[in-house]
């Protein structure tokens, strides 16, 4: 049993065109037993960026409270919001601050570049070796299952409509097949006029 | 051996062991001569118990019996029947088609030992075996269904059904519940009515029905992309019936999914169609890397 796999969680993020999707399960767990079904993994970071922290349930929220607290303390000393890639930055090296104590979560990076529109996503490990892609980034207790769907319904810039049907597919087939991810799921999708927030529909177990 | 070969056998050994002391003596420390068993007047070289090298350093076995690392001075032996081979394979049943296809990959860690060995058999004209695990198991395995079904055959004057070549795989696999066949199998075929039949395996036996299945080290890349397109799970539109051609697409793009992902799994896929005509094969190139 790892410390990754107590929680349970499933998260993807993916790119379509002038925008981004990401899309996480609603379940929190002890192990086999359920205790919440409408857990929040994914914050809202600003306008353009967005975080999923898949992992242990405490490390989730004191770095969702850790990371605000930094990005605060950027916008008053640079007068300017974060770009994705500086957040992404910044989370990296907050995690491999904790190289030898690490926090157990496992985040996913989803933005827009506030003037290209261009998108951006990454994805690391629990000591913050980050990964950028072009298409799609995933992360949670059933990353096989996450991979193969992204991997086999993945088309390149898709519109946003399309890019949440497929989020939704892709997150409700896998969690179907993994215990410890499911109880229903969210998808946002990010464009330049705004964040369009959605709620899944699954199965209830 | 007689008493005098004994005694002669002892002196040979003691006058050994007095030419080694005497041409190793000017390198020896006076404390090793001084430790010297002989030295010390106890049972000569012949009686002296084996060494065991355990993995907390050598150790005097008891003079009587041999332990071989049980209970006194535990070592780890490092011999695994084991080996996995790779590869994936999948099944899926249709109104009145099977379609069964497997990579034709064979790996043994991160070596590819061949690009073109298949991973499906035919048992019968209308049911075809689809195994990935460790290979020299998996090739026991069908030869002894191949014989089972030919008794079968000898005797009933008439091929195995496929719900009986199932439930004879699924016992022959228990059969060997306390040392397993590495293999993992799904069956893929028509059943006596013509309707597509497909049954998924455990390594010890456990078999089901099931409208369609993957195995191997790609299973869950291919898996959830079944139950969504396949089983129609999660989906708002009108489910379908698939036709055959449509469902080999399906194959060959999971195929290229779990050939992207997984290491084990790439070279070329083998894709067997089974209807009540017989079964039809084609191959489909993947990425080799």
């Given amino acids: 049993m790892s410390i990754l796999e107590y929680n349970g969680a499933a998260m993807i993020a993916m790119a379509g065109k002038d925008c981004v999707g990401i899309a996480a399960d609603r379940r929190l767990g002890i192990q086999a037993q359920t205790v919440s079904t409408d857990f929040t993994k994914v914050f809202k970071m600003n306008d353009t960026i967005h975080v999923g922290l898949g992992g242990l349930a405490t490390d989730v929220q004191t770095l969702h409270n850790i990371l605000k607290f930094r990005m605060g303390l950027y916008e008053l000393r640079e007068e300017r919001e974060m770009t994705p890639q500086v957040f992404s930055h910044l989370l990296s090296t907050l995690l491999y601050e904790k190289r030898f104590g690490p926090y157990f979560v496992e985040p996913i990076v989803a933005g827009l570049d506030a003037k290209t529109n261009k998108p951006f996503l990454s994805s690391m490990d629990l000591i913050g070796a980050p990964v950028q892609t072009k298409d799609f980034v995933v992360s949670g207790t059933c990353t096989g299952n996450l991979y193969g769907m992204c991997e086999t319904l993945y088309k390149p810039d898709l519109e946003p409509d399309a890019l949440f049907e497929t989020l939704a597919q892709a997150l409700l087939a896998s969690v179907d097949r993994d215990a410890l991810s499911g109880w229903g799921g969210v998808v946002h999708i990010i464009t330049k006029d705004g964040v369009t927030t959605r709620e899944l529909k699954g199965r209830q177990d | ?289």
């Fill in chain 2, 1 to 289: 051996l007689t008493a005098l070969d004994f005694v002669l056998l002892q002196l040979l050994q003691h006058t050994h062991i007095n030419l080694y002391r005497s041409t190793m003596a000017p390198f020896r420390t006076h404390n090793q001569q001084q430790n010297s068993r002989n030295a010390a007047g106890g049972p000569g070289l012949a009686m002296m118990p084996p060494i065991i090298h355990s993995s907390e350093g050598p150790v005097m076995a008891k003079a009587d019996t041999i332990d071989h690392g049980v209970t006194e001075a535990p070592y780890e032996r490092g011999f695994s029947p084991y080996e996995f081979n790779g590869g994936t394979t999948l099944a899926i049943a249709g109104p009145d088609y099977a379609v069964v296809a497997a990579d034709t990959r064979l790996s043994s860690g991160y070596e590819i030992l061949s690009r073109d060995v298949s991973k499906l058999h035919a048992l019968t004209d209308r049911c075809v075996l689809g195994s990935a695990g460790c290979k020299t198991d998996v090739d026991q395995l069908r030869s002894v269904l191949d014989i089972k079904q030919k008794i079968y055959h000898h005797n009933h004057r008439k091929q195995m059904s496929t719900p009986s070549v199932a439930q004879m795989l699924g016992n022959t696999l228990y059969y060997k519940r306390f040392f397993p066949y590495y293999a993992f199998n799904v069956l893929g075929g028509v059943d006596a009515e013509g309707k597509g039949a497909v049954y998924s395996y455990d390594a010890i036996g456990s078999f089901e029905r099931t409208p369609f299945s993957a195995t191997g080290s790609g299973q869950a890349y291919i898996i959830p992309l079944l139950d969504n397109v396949i089983g129609h799970k999660n989906r708002a539109d009108e489910k379908r019936e698939l036709p055959a051609e449509e469902v080999v697409e399906i194959v060959k793009d999971a195929f290229v999914t779990a050939g992207e992902r997984d290491i084990y799994t790439g070279d070329s896929v083998e894709i067997m169609v089974i209807t009540a005509e017989g079964i039809q094969t084609t191959t489909f190139d993947l990425k080799r890397d």
